[in-house]
C-alpha cells in the first residue's frame, strides 16, 4: 500500500517570490511520482512526473521537483511564483508494477499566490 | 482532440434515491479510472477498467456503489440509495496502455449533493 503527506493544507505566497510545496511518501514496493494541479474550476491536469533517470523534474511553467529517495519526499519547488500558479497542487504515487496504475493522492496543498 | 467528458457536470439528489454518472473517456484509450474528491477525505480511487479483464473494485466504500464499462469505452457508476457522506466530486480518467504509457487524463467531475 502508499500514502501520501502533503503537511502545508494552505501557502500563501507574494508573486515574484519562491514556494515549496512538501510532499513525502511511504510505500512498499517502487512507485512513479507525479504533481497534479487543479486552477479554479478546473480538472486535474498533470503538472510533472519523476518515472527514471535524472531526480530532478521541471516543468514547462518553470516548477520543478526532486525526488530523493532516502527522505522519501518529492517537494515542488518555483523559484518566482506568479498570480496564474493560484491553484490546488497534488501530489500522487503509482506503483511501477501491479497495481493498475492507481493513483493514490495527497490531501492537496492550496497555493495562493498574493501582489 | 476530444478530452475525457462527464455528465452531469452538477447533480442533486435525495437522500435515499440512485444516481447514474457517465464517464466517456479519450479514444482508444483502454484503462479508465473512477476516483472521488471530497472535503473530508481528500482524492480517493474508487474502481479501475483494464480492457477487458475484471475491473478491480477495491476503492469502493460499500456495496452501495458500482460501475460498469460498456464495449471498453463508457462507463457509468452508479450510487444506490445515496447518503449524505457520498456527496462529492467524482473524477474520472482514462490512460492508454503501453511501455510508457503513465499518464492518466482527468474530466472536469460530476459534483453531486445528496440533501
Known amino acids: 500500500a502508499q500514502s501520501v503527506t502533503q503537511l502545508d493544507s494552505q501557502v500563501p505566497v507574494f508573486e515574484e517570490a519562491p514556494v515549496e510545496l512538501r510532499c513525502n511518501y511511504s510505500?512498499?514496493?517502487?512507485?512513479?511520482l507525479f504533481w497534479y494541479v487543479q486552477y479554479p474550476n478546473q480538472g486535474l491536469q498533470l503538472l510533472l512526473k519523476?518515472?527514471?533517470?535524472?531526480?530532478l523534474v521541471e516543468s514547462i511553467n518553470g516548477f520543478e521537483a526532486e525526488f530523493n529517495k532516502s527522505q522519501t519526499s518529492f517537494h515542488l519547488r518555483k523559484p518566482s511564483v506568479h498570480i496564474s500558479d493560484t491553484a490546488e497542487y497534488f501530489c500522487?504515487?503509482?506503483?511501477?508494477?501491479?497495481?493498475?496504475?492507481?493513483?493514490?493522492f495527497g490531501t492537496g496543498t492550496q497555493l495562493k499566490v498574493e501582489l | 482532440g476530444a478530452g475525457v467528458s462527464q455528465s452531469p457536470s452538477n447533480k442533486v439528489t435525495e437522500k435515499g434515491k440512485d444516481v447514474e454518472l457517465r464517464c466517456d473517456p479519450i479514444?482508444?484509450?483502454?484503462?479508465l479510472y473512477w476516483y472521488r474528491q471530497s472535503l473530508g477525505q481528500g482524492l480517493e480511487f474508487l474502481i479501475y477498467f483494464q480492457g477487458n479483464s475484471a475491473p478491480d473494485k477495491s476503492g469502493l466504500p460499500s456495496d452501495r456503489f458500482s460501475a460498469e464499462r460498456t464495449g471498453g469505452s463508457v462507463s457509468t457508476l452508479t450510487i444506490q440509495r445515496t447518503q449524505q457522506e457520498d456527496s462529492a466530486v467524482y473524477l474520472c480518467?482514462?490512460?492508454?496502455?503501453?511501455?510508457?504509457?503513465?499518464?492518466?487524463?482527468f474530466g472536469p467531475g460530476t459534483r453531486l449533493t445528496v440533501t
Open positions: 519523476y518515472l527514471s533517470g535524472s531526480t
Open positions: 510505500s512498499s514496493v517502487s512507485v512513479y
Open positions: 479514444s482508444g484509450h483502454t484503462a
Open positions: 480518467a482514462s490512460r492508454q496502455t503501453g511501455l510508457d504509457a503513465y499518464e492518466q487524463y
Open positions: 500522487a504515487v503509482s506503483p511501477i508494477t501491479g497495481g493498475g496504475n492507481k493513483l493514490t
